[in-house]
């Protein structure tokens, strides 16, 4: 008889775990076990390099487990806070706000093929499961035209860098000179910084007047979070071949006597000369 009343006691406490319904409660208003909260997010988009959050928010969830599953493999990522994955890019952030719970899987510099299927699932009875699509987009930075420039001295550098970061507009994008950043109000003078901006693209203009030695070097276009590009200038001298740079086509557009020339055509035309 008293093992017959332990029994039904435990079955009693077991189905105020498991079973998330409504049920009256003899000492106050009805409550409800473990359950997702609505309206929450399906599909999630991010640019490669960047973090994607995959949100889960469990209310009263009274000791229960929280999994996360990639249903490509049907492998186990992460269960409460003890993740079963090596990669070293994938963490469960958890949180407790009242009676709600979140435990969102984040993957630090999403690569397309983190892209797929997850599941964020409660171990009632029966389970509980979110389902989230992770899309990811390839995005970064190009410097249209070849890899090298060639400028004369005392003329204008105008480099053109173009930008996407798909689904979101990208963040700042900085110009560096040989690793150094560049700025408009910096020691150097005639420096011009234009930035345009148009949904998940954007271009940034870089404008350096009376270039001289000390310009040459390597720029790089550096977005946030995201692939730069890089191009390599080279400053003519007025005793230099013209050669360099003759009928060569301006990088960017719209630049004054910044020029651009594959190194080994210049070089056949030094030949013929």
Not at 83 to 98: E, K, N, P
Request: aromatic fraction near 6%; proline fraction near 7%.
């Amino acid at each position: 008889m008293l093992l017959l009343r332990v029994f039904l006691e435990w079955r009693k406490g077991w189905k105020e775990q498991t079973d998330w319904k409504e049920e009256a409660d003899r000492n106050g208003p009805p409550r409800r076990g473990p359950h997702l909260l609505p309206d929450l997010p399906t599909n999630i988009s991010v640019t490669a390099g960047r973090l994607a959050t995959l949100p889960c928010r469990v209310a009263n969830l009274k000791g229960r487990a929280v999994s996360w599953i990639r249903h490509e493999d049907l492998k186990v990522l992460a269960t409460d806070g003890i993740t079963f994955t090596s990669d070293t890019r994938l963490q469960v952030r958890a949180w407790r706000t009242g009676a709600v719970w979140a435990w969102d899987l984040e993957i630090h510099e999403a690569t397309l093929g983190d892209a797929g299927v997850y599941e964020c699932q409660v171990n009632t009875r029966p389970k509980i499961s979110h389902l989230v699509t992770l899309h990811v987009h390839m995005g970064g930075a190009v410097i249209p035209g070849p890899s090298e420039v060639y400028v004369e001295t005392g003329s204008r550098l105008l480099l053109t860098c173009w930008v996407q970061a798909p689904p979101r507009p990208p963040g700042p994008i900085t110009w560096l000179h040989d690793q150094e950043p560049i700025h408009a109000n910096g020691g150097r003078g005639g420096v011009s910084l234009h930035v345009a901006q148009e949904g998940a693209k954007a271009s940034a203009r870089l404008s350096l007047t009376s270039v001289t030695a000390q310009d040459a070097g390597n720029y790089t276009c550096q977005p946030e979070s995201l692939e730069p590009a890089q191009v390599t200038v080279f400053v003519l001298q007025d005793e230099e071949p013209r050669a360099m740079h003759h009928d060569a086509a301006v990088r960017g557009g719209g630049g004054e006597g910044c020029v651009a020339l594959p190194l080994a055509l210049a070089l056949i035309s030094l030949t013929l000369r």
